[in-house]
């Protein structure tokens, strides 16, 4: 091999070492406080990994190393009941301090957490800086065309932070906003840093496909229940009957347990029933929460999150949501409330 040929690899070589070094995957710390009292372990999800730590005088510190420069990120708690998403992580050390508030139910206790600062990364300066120009600017007759622009602005610049798919959700839900700019600035976003969820309920808000709405005939459905046999909805045909998709790790649905407990005791003797329909990946722990719930209704599974084809199909993309269908199998309420549900209950 000729001097040159050798030299020629090295450089190859050294060139490649140096590529390497450039994508190696870049450190992270995150120290948390919490302002109110917590015993127990925290975990964090990001980059689809899932780490723990034990919280320890209140105070917790994670570190891990990250796939791209800023990653959006979630904390939970052990019962996995609350969640907090919204926290970017960059390569820097970062600060956070939370509290946490719990809501005493019949024999169980839900978490609530909610971040109360953050300091250390670019991004959450950049978002607290869309917090004050909002307040200052909500009153405006032209703030959603401002906000458009603002955002449209912050994604041209950082095409690869996924605050801008946030910020692009939370105008995505507007119906006073230009599509077609919404559209625009989600061409320029890079989809591989949004979080599944995120990108899933962004374009179904800008590129909406058909799906099941009030007056509509009831979309069946054949899903295992808790006994692991199939159920399907056409058994239900001739009945009142309540649609509620929900899971266990979800505060809000659990919350409303015992009002719908209280109701499906009283109505479901008079040709009413209830279908719960639960989200879970997890199918141990929704069997777990049905037994500890103590529910009576038909509890069946989905296990794809948001991504299954029935919560497409049914427009969901927020947990607790329901249907109350007739028994003609026609959609009448969308989301209703208990109240409205027990008026339509009692007239029957």
Request: charged share 30%; proline share 2%; aromatic share 10%.
């Amino acid at each position: 091999m000729s001097i040159r040929i050798v030299k020629t690899v090295i450089a190859l070589l050294l060139i490649g070492h140096s590529y390497a070094q450039k994508k190696e995957a870049k450190g992270f710390t995150l120290n948390g406080k919490f302002l109110t009292n917590y015993s127990g372990y925290l975990f964090l999800e990001y980059d689809n990994k899932k780490d723990s730590c034990l919280v320890v005088n209140n105070h917790f510190s994670f570190s891990g190393k990250l796939q791209n420069d800023v990653c959006n990120a979630s904390l939970l708690l052990k019962d996995r009941l609350s969640n907090i998403p919204g926290l970017y992580l960059e390569s820097s050390e970062i600060e956070i301090e939370m509290k946490i508030e719990k809501v005493r139910r019949e024999d169980s206790i839900l978490s609530l957490l909610t971040i109360t600062s953050v300091k250390g990364t670019k991004t959450s300066k950049i978002a607290e800086a869309f917090e004050k120009f909002q307040k200052q600017h909500e009153s405006d007759k032209d703030y959603i065309l401002k906000l458009s622009d603002k955002v449209e602005g912050f994604v041209n610049q950082y095409q690869n932070n996924p605050l801008g798919g946030q910020l692009l959700l939370d105008l995505s839900l507007n119906k006073e906003a230009d599509q077609d700019q919404l559209k625009r600035i989600y061409s320029k976003i890079n989809k591989t840093v949004l979080h599944k969820t995120t990108k899933k309920i962004i374009e179904k808000n800008l590129f909406p496909k058909p799906h099941i709405n009030v007056n509509d005939l009831v979309f069946d459905f054949n899903l295992l229940d808790n006994n692991d046999s199939y159920f399907n909805t056409q058994s239900l045909k001739g009945k009142w009957f309540l649609i509620d998709f929900w899971a266990s790790w979800c505060g809000p649905c659990r919350e409303q347990l015992p009002e719908l407990k209280r109701i499906y005791t009283e109505n479901k003797k008079d040709n009413f029933e209830i279908l719960g329909v639960s989200i879970d990946e997890n199918k141990e722990k929704w069997k777990k929460a049905l037994d500890k719930e103590k529910l009576e209704w038909i509890n069946v599974n989905e296990d794809k999150s948001f991504d299954g084809e029935i919560v497409i199909t049914y427009d969901v993309h927020a947990i607790p949501t329901n249907y109350l269908i007739n028994p003609e199998g026609k959609i009448v309420a969308k989301n209703i409330s208990f109240e409205e549900l027990e008026k339509i209950l009692k007239g029957l």
